[in-house]
Each structure stands twice: as C-alpha cells, then as structure tokens.
C-alpha cells in the first residue's frame, strides 16, 4: 500500500518551482535561458542529492556558481526526453534541465 502526501513541495530535488522547491533548495533561474528549477547547493565535497523526478534521466551535478562563490545542482542534460516534464536548455554546450518560467515573470 501506497500513501500520498498531499504536499506543498515536489516529493523530490530539482522539481518545478511553480509546485514548491524542498526545504534545502532555491528556485533557480539561469541568466539566458528562460524557464526555472529547484536547485539544492552542492555538498562540501562538490555532491548532489540524487533524487530526480519521476521520468527525469539527467544526472544530477555540481554545475551552477553564483557570483557569491555558493554552488548549486543541476540537471545535466542532452535532450528534452531527459528532462521529463521539463525541457533541455543548453548554455554554453551545457544542457539544463528547465521548467516553463510562471506567468508572473
């Protein structure tokens, strides 16, 4: 038997941050492409939490710096059917994995 929790986050990292990031994420948006994503910070030793979404393939990796020196996960990518319900981003040769940005924007 299987129980849901009705939840106001993803049930897991780098899910689409219209649905709520988890508690140890921030919802990222990368300079150049559009859409966002949950992203947790990279462990001391450069890891990230390997929970993706249900569908996703990408792997999880230490790819994002802000210009404060933080380093955050993303998903690698190399095509939209990595990505699940998101879609594959590429900047600078690099695919991310990025969900449509909100109407808010």
């Not at 988890?22 to 300079?31: G, I, L, M």
């Not at 955050?72 to 695919?95: E, F, H, P, R």
Request: proline content about 6%; glycine content about 10%; charged content about 20%.
């Amino acid at each position: 038997m299987t129980t849901q929790v009705a939840a106001a986050t993803n049930p897991t990292h780098y899910g689409n941050p219209s649905t709520g990031c988890e508690s140890d994420e921030q919802a990222v948006k990368v300079q150049g492409l559009s859409g966002d994503f949950c992203s947790p910070k990279c462990d001391s030793t450069g890891s990230c939490p390997s929970d993706v979404p249900k569908g996703d393939t990408a792997t999880p990796e230490c790819a994002l710096r802000t210009t404060t020196g933080d380093k955050y996960c993303a998903l690698i990518c190399q095509s939209d059917s990595d990505c699940g319900t998101g879609s594959c981003q590429k900047i600078m040769g690099v695919g991310l994995c990025t969900y449509d940005a909100t109407a808010t924007e």
